[in-house]
Nanobody, 114 residues
């Protein structure tokens, strides 16, 4: 199993980013997928979940209405569109399967700062 995140950057408050995650080594379409984040000195937290068909999504209260998770089962990709970014969104972002998690990838750094 391999998970490769990309798309992180330094962005100003109020800005937007789209994170991508390329998954391989398992039957992608059979699994719910999720995005997590970990800020310095804090525990990793669940940000969003998307179920296998993409029809059901769940968000942490802190990102609801600002972030959108999506997936492309044909490409084995999961995405996180992040709008109206805040300094408190600064963290390393990771994707993983939801439930039977795989080994963590290297993550992608999102920094929200003016």
């Amino acid at each position: 199993v391999q998970l490769v995140e990309s798309g992180g950057a330094l962005v100003q408050p109020g800005g937007s980013l789209r994170l991508s995650c390329a998954a391989s080594g398992f039957t992608f379409s059979a699994y719910a997928m999720s995005w997590y984040r970990q800020a310095p000195g804090k525990e990793r937290e669940l940000v969003a979940i998307i179920y296998s068909t993409g029809g059901i999504t769940v968000y942490a209260d802190s990102v609801k209405g600002r972030f959108t998770i999506s997936r492309d089962n044909a490409k084995n990709m999961v995405y996180l569109q992040m709008n109206s970014l805040k300094p408190e969104d600064t963290a390393m972002y990771y994707c993983n399967r939801y439930g039977p998690r795989a080994s963590w990838g290297q993550g992608t750094q999102v920094t929200v700062s003016s």
